[in-house]
């Protein structure tokens, strides 16, 4: 099992930057890819990125490209996004997940609660 817990989310103004963290309880974290994902209203979910096991491999949606930059550190069990020069299109609620793959791709397992990352214009 793996239990995921984000933070780091909040009220920040267009351009500014967050760093969401995701704290992860688990045996095999280190074994698991790992993505980051998002809700706006009134949208479908997304995957924002995406990050294999071992880090090496990671995916951004275009949106985000140059400007997000998902990381992880397997000793802290922790996985990272980094949000710079932020949008107000970027308003939405992100989620952590996990899947016991090792890539970003494919079903995910186990998903975090949400935090909440508002820009304002």
């Known amino acids: 099992q793996v239990q995921l817990v984000e933070s780091g989310g909040g009220l920040v103004q267009a351009g500014g930057s967050l760093r969401l963290s995701c704290a992860a309880s688990?045996?095999?974290?280190?074994?698991?890819?790992m993505g980051w994902f998002r809700q706006a209203a009134g949208k479908e979910r997304e995957l924002v990125a995406g990050i294999g096991w071992s880090g090496g491999n990671t995916n951004y949606v275009d949106s985000v490209l140059g400007r997000f930059v998902i990381s992880r550190d397997n000793a802290r069990n922790t996985v990272y996004l980094q949000m710079n020069s932020l949008k107000p299109e970027d308003t939405a609620v992100y989620y952590c997940?996990?899947?016991?793959?090792?890539?970003?791709?494919?079903?995910?397992?186990?998903w975090g609660q949400g935090t909440q990352v508002t820009v304002s214009s």
């Open positions: 688990g045996r095999t974290f280190s074994r698991y890819g």
């Open positions: 997940a996990a899947r016991s793959g090792g890539t970003w791709l494919g079903p995910y397992d186990y």
